[in-house]
């Protein structure tokens, strides 16, 4: 099939990193894209300056993770700072790589990551990318899945004629004034939070004395967070007030002053004011993120306030949760009602990152001298417990609760590294003839099942029917087996889950594409796979 035919494909709208990622995701496991960008480019201006490591996973498993990591740099953590810059508290991130494989939090230029995905894209033999074409209409939204392709009407801006496009399923990623929502008549619900900020990105000829992590200041009369993102790269974000004037805070002298506590000076000398905007931050959820054959990711589908540096990095958590289960149902191992689980999954997970960060946003920067006091009393108990600092300063996200996981529980209790819903660690493993590797790199983003037994015929059944590739953890050197993969965890303190499963024989593990574990069996049952696998009639 040509990248220009590919009806039986899905067609992303948007080509931000959402878009790009989540149209990698379906290529690279054999699905047709057409991507749509109104864009002729990457757009050229900082957003998003944090990613984790949880979610740095999913550009690795697109091939541009070692990129993205030599363009970025691991963030320390988190100071909370009060009005005279002295610390309230802090709370540490690893720099070095750590459970997920990767630093804990990463510090980017977003148009060098929309620079890597672009290209990556381009070049893609399964995507047939289209710049400069803006989205208009969407016909048989809501028709059955095995129906006739969905029509996607567009126009191309360059010379205004009209363009049509068909696939399988239509991906919305184009952002907070998403086209696609407005066209299926979805609706964003307000959680309570609207805030203007004034958010400066900086160049700085000489490097700033400054710490590296990300600093936020509690102070109630102006407060402000301010970050080292890259190289010679700064970010500062300043609250507003209601009515203020963002003029008044932008001009040289006024500007020079805001940042003054971290120059040391009163000018801009040395600084190049790569862009100063005022945004308003939102807390917001689409009413529903699937509408028939309408799938909605990323800004179009929520908002989320910057306080954590999740709102990227909940896109990409959709694309990852989303791709692998189109690839499923498209190449007929499952059956369409698994479409329906990313709403299940993905609305409540994004409600609550979404309300974390109102929370956390609240409690750094809302109230005024009585809720100061309160903060900041509550602050210095809070930074007295380790588990309090491990949690503020964690980057995990909640697993999941609901949607393609083991229902039918048939181990009490898992290890805690083990439990449903929440994602395998991406320890480095060793594989036969000794090369280490990270555990992904063996996953390869398929359904796989893990164990430490000798695969008895009735596993490797179920695994060669079910489409689960079988792996193997053993406690000494891996060998050759063309039945299944063995690996040996590296470090111990970072392979619980796999140590887990190696030190007791009777557990077997569904693990899903984007990492979710899916399904624990004990006493060496057979595992039960959340998802139905009937082939599909193909379509007319």
Same mark, same amino acid.
């Given at each position: 099939m040509s990248r220009a035919d590919a009806t039986?494909?899905? =067609?992303?709208?948007?080509?931000?990193? *959402?878009?790009?990622?989540?149209?990698? @995701?379906?290529?690279?496991?054999?699905?047709?894209?057409?991507?749509?960008?109104?864009?002729?480019?990457?757009?050229?201006?900082?957003?998003?300056?944090h990613l984790d490591d949880e979610v740095t996973r999913t550009l690795h498993r697109v091939g541009v993770g070692e990129a993205f990591l030599a363009n970025s740099r691991p963030g320390s953590g988190l100071r909370l700072l009060d009005a005279q810059h002295r610390v309230l508290g802090e709370f540490r991130r690893e720099t070095q790589r750590g459970v997920n494989g990767f630093p804990a939090a990463n510090m980017f230029h977003q148009p060098d990551l929309d620079a890597l995905l672009f290209d990556r894209v381009a070049q893609h033999p399964l995507i047939d990318f289209r710049l400069g074409v803006e989205v208009q209409a969407i016909a048989d939204v809501c028709e059955p899945f095995t129906a006739?392709? =969905? *029509?996607?009407?567009?126009?191309?801006?360059?010379?205004?004629?009209?363009?049509?496009?068909?696939?399988?399923?239509?991906?919305?990623?184009?952002?907070a004034n998403s086209t696609v929502r407005d066209l299926v008549g979805a609706t964003m619900h307000d959680l309570g939070f609207t805030e203007r900020w004034l958010v400066v990105d900086i160049r700085a000829d000489r490097g700033l004395d400054?710490?590296?992590?990300?600093?936020?200041?509690?102070?109630p009369a102006r407060a402000a967070t301010f970050m080292q993102v890259s190289g010679?790269?700064?970010?500062?974000?300043?609250?507003?007030?209601?009515?203020?004037?963002?003029?008044? @805070?932008?001009?040289?002298?006024?500007?020079?002053?805001? @940042?003054?506590?971290?120059?040391?000076?009163?000018?801009?000398?040395?600084?190049?004011?790569?862009?100063?905007?005022?945004?308003?931050?939102?807390?917001?959820?689409?009413?529903?993120?699937?509408?028939?054959?309408?799938?909605?990711?990323?800004?179009?589908?929520?908002?989320?306030?910057?306080?954590?540096?999740?709102? @990227?990095?909940?896109?990409?958590?959709?694309?990852?949760?989303?791709?692998?289960? =189109?690839a499923q149902v498209l190449t007929g191992h499952a059956s369409p009602d698994l479409l329906a689980t990313y709403e299940t999954e993905r609305r409540p997970h994004a409600r609550a990152l979404i309300r974390k960060a109102v929370l956390v946003g609240w409690a750094m920067t809302g109230g005024q001298d009585r809720a100061a006091t309160v903060r900041r009393i509550a602050l210095a108990l809070a930074v007295r417990s380790p588990r309090v600092r491990d949690l503020i300063g964690s980057t995990a996200t909640p697993r999941l609760k609901s949607g393609a996981l083991q229902q039918n529980r048939r181990i009490a209790r898992p290890p805690r590294s083990l439990r449903v819903g929440g994602?395998?660690?991406?320890?480095?493993?060793?594989?036969?003839?000794?090369k280490q590797i990270r555990l992904d790199d063996i996953l390869q983003a398929r359904p796989v099942l893990l164990t430490s037994r000798l695969p008895e015929p009735a596993l490797?059944?179920?695994?060669?029917?079910?489409?689960?590739?079988? =792996?193997?953890?053993?406690?000494?050197d891996p060998q050759p087996d063309g039945r299944w993969v063995e690996v040996q965890p590296v470090h111990s303190g970072l392979s619980s889950a796999l140590g887990a499963i190696r030190d007791d024989p009777t557990l077997t593990v569904v693990v899903r594409p984007d990492g979710v574990i899916a399904g624990v069996a004990a006493r060496s049952r057979l595992p039960d796979l959340p998802w139905g696998s009937p082939r599909l009639p193909t379509p007319a």
């Open positions: 039986d494909g899905v =067609i992303v709208v948007g080509a931000g990193p *959402v878009g790009c990622t989540a149209a990698l @995701l379906l290529a690279d496991r054999g699905i047709p894209v057409t991507v749509l960008e109104r864009r002729t480019r990457p757009h050229p201006l900082p957003r998003a300056v006739t392709p =969905i *029509v996607v009407l567009a126009r191309r801006l360059e010379d205004d004629t009209g363009q049509t496009f068909a696939g399988r399923l239509v991906l919305g990623c184009d952002g400054t710490w590296d992590g990300v600093e936020q200041v509690c102070d010679d790269r700064y970010r500062w974000e300043f609250q507003l007030h209601d009515g203020e004037n963002e003029a008044d @805070l932008t001009d040289r002298l006024a500007l020079g002053r805001l @940042l003054e506590p971290w120059t040391r000076r009163r000018d801009l000398d040395g600084l190049d004011v790569v862009r100063s905007a005022v945004y308003t931050f939102r807390a917001r959820l689409a009413t529903q993120v699937q509408v028939g054959r309408v799938f909605l990711l990323g800004d179009a589908a929520h908002l989320t306030p910057p306080f954590i540096g999740q709102g @990227l990095g909940s896109g990409l958590r959709d694309a990852d949760n989303l791709a692998w289960k =189109i994602l395998m660690p991406n320890p480095f493993v060793s594989i036969a003839g000794g490797l059944n179920l695994c060669h029917d079910r489409h689960l590739t079988p =792996i193997r953890v053993v406690d000494s």
